[in-house]
């Protein structure tokens, strides 16, 4: 298993405003993720990023909204850009520990974002 | 393309009663891995079990037991005796090899366990 950290645990920002979310692991995972889950919804991708490589975003999300750094193996962040109240939601990294899809993912205890 | 549906939305049991929760699922793999995960009102999702396409055997570990039949697609979870600590929301999900790990979840479930 992997123990994992987030940073802020929550935040208020206004409309038009950015914020950046920290996740550190305790471990050195290769494979890292950013999930969204908008209030009272499931969990959605919004992108895979692996160390010493561009991030992959799924389909709807994009880079200049959502920009991802990853500069080590126990390290990533997530920007939320130029926000909108639509952006209000829940921000949870995880981990797969092995890099195998025959295991499961550790998340993080999210980021709570409100945006006025 | 791959897809979870948990059709159930919201459950209230009364606590000390058995809960099923159903998940069904989508993939045009025969290999794949599905996953159960819980997440108390705190937010955070804590894992409760993985099971590979391979292996149908059923599983209980304490009051949790889960029921795997691929030829209904199914992968359903059920708590026997419930107690209040049960109440969160419960997301079923599935994973296909060769795609980076991604996690396709369903819409979740929320269990309320009245005292």
């Known amino acids: 298993s992997a123990v994992i950290s987030q940073k802020p645990s929550r935040d208020i920002c206004q409309r038009g405003t950015s914020l950046t979310i920290q996740c550190q692991v305790d471990?050195?995972?290769?494979?890292m993720f950013w999930y969204r889950q908008q209030p009272g919804q499931s969990l959605t991708l919004i992108a895979t990023?692996?160390?010493?490589?561009?991030?992959?975003?799924e389909s709807g999300f994009v880079i200049d909204k959502f920009p991802i750094s990853r500069p080590n193996l126990t390290f990533s962040t997530l920007t939320v850009s130029n926000m909108s109240p639509e952006d209000s939601s829940i921000y949870l990294c995880?981990?797969?520990?092995?890099?195998?899809?025959?295991?499961?993912?550790?998340f993080g205890p999210g980021t709570r974002l409100t945006v006025t | 393309a791959q897809k979870v549906t948990q059709a159930q939305t919201e459950i209230s049991v009364v606590e000390k009663e058995d809960v099923t929760l159903d998940c069904v699922y989508e993939?045009?793999?025969?290999?794949?891995?599905l996953f159960w995960y819980k997440q108390p009102p705190s937010g955070e999702l804590v894992f409760l079990i993985r099971?590979?396409?391979?292996?149908?055997q059923n599983e209980i570990s304490g009051r949790y037991s889960w029921n795997f039949q691929k030829s209904t697609s199914s992968f359903n979870f059920t708590i026997t005796a419930s107690q209040v600590v049960d109440s969160a929301v419960y997301f079923c999900?599935?994973?296909?090899?060769?795609?980076?790990?991604?996690?396709?979840f369903g819409k979740g479930i929320t269990l309320s366990v009245r005292p």
């Open positions: 099971r590979n396409s391979f292996d149908e």
């Open positions: 995880s981990v797969n520990p092995t890099g195998q899809s025959t295991y499961e993912q550790y």
């Open positions: 990023a692996n160390q010493g490589s561009e991030a992959t975003y």
């Open positions: 993939t045009r793999d025969t290999t794949y891995y």
């Open positions: 999900a599935l994973s296909e090899p060769g795609a980076n790990s991604k996690l396709t």
């Open positions: 471990s050195q995972v290769t494979m």
